[in-house]
Each structure stands twice: as C-alpha cells, then as structure tokens.
C-alpha cells in the first residue's frame, strides 16, 4: 500500500521559512517523480514544484521561484519542499504527489500526471 505522509507545515509570519518533508513507503521511490501541489481556500489545486526520478531536473511555478526548493532523498524515500520569503498567498494545504514516469529526467507538472496523492499539510502565512 502506497503513502505519503506530509510534514512540517505550520503558522509563520511574512518573510519566513518552513521546510515542508513528504514520507514514501509502498512505493519503488527511485521510480517516481514526486511534486508538491497546494490547495487554498475556495480555489483549484495548483501546482508547485517537481522533481525528476533522480532528482536531476526539477520544476516550479512562477509564483514560488527563486523562493522554494524542492530535493529529494532516494535513500530515505523522501522529498523536500524548502519555502523561504513566505507570503500571505502562499497559505495553503500542500501536498506530495507521486507520478510513476518511465522517463528518468521528467518532472511533471499537471496533476492528471499523478498517481498517489498525501492528505496534505496546511501553511499559514500571517501578514
């Protein structure tokens, strides 16, 4: 059975940082792109981030480049979403996602692309 377990979420001021931590298990994690998405209040879910099967190649959305970074531990069937400057708008239930990709330097962004979903780990981000 696959899961996904989210951490690391919380309540932080304007301009500060959390590090997100997704857990896999039942799952070949060197054989998936993993993601992060997030879903606010009254709105759709949206992409984040993504990174490749070796972590190699990643994907973000303009709204948190140069600010998130996502990594990976295939060792420890991990990903990693680090967020800094944090906005009001970043506020959000983020999830990790799992997408089972043949292709070793893909990082996907829709999420139809996905297979397994976490139940997600809410940000605040107060102003």
């Known amino acids: 059975q696959v899961q996904l377990v989210e951490s690391g979420g919380g309540l932080v001021q304007t301009g500060g940082s959390l590090r997100l931590s997704c857990a896999a298990s039942?799952?070949?994690?060197?054989?998936?792109?993993m993601g992060w998405f997030r879903q606010a209040p009254g709105k759709e879910r949206e992409f984040v981030a993504a990174?490749?099967?070796?972590?190699?190649?990643?994907a973000y959305a303009d709204s948190v480049k140069d600010r998130f970074t996502i990594s990976r531990d295939n060792a420890k069937t991990m990903v990693f979403l680090q967020m800094n400057s944090l906005k009001p708008e970043d506020t959000a239930v983020y999830y990790c996602?799992?997408?089972?990709?043949?292709?070793?330097?893909?990082?996907?962004?829709?999420?139809?692309?996905?297979?397994?979903w976490g139940q997600g780990t809410q940000v605040t981000v107060s102003s």
């Open positions: 990174i490749s099967r070796s972590g190699g190649s990643t």
């Open positions: 039942g799952l070949t994690f060197s054989r998936y792109t």
């Open positions: 996602a799992a997408d089972q990709t043949a292709f070793i330097a893909q990082a996907r962004t829709t999420i139809r692309s996905y297979d397994y």
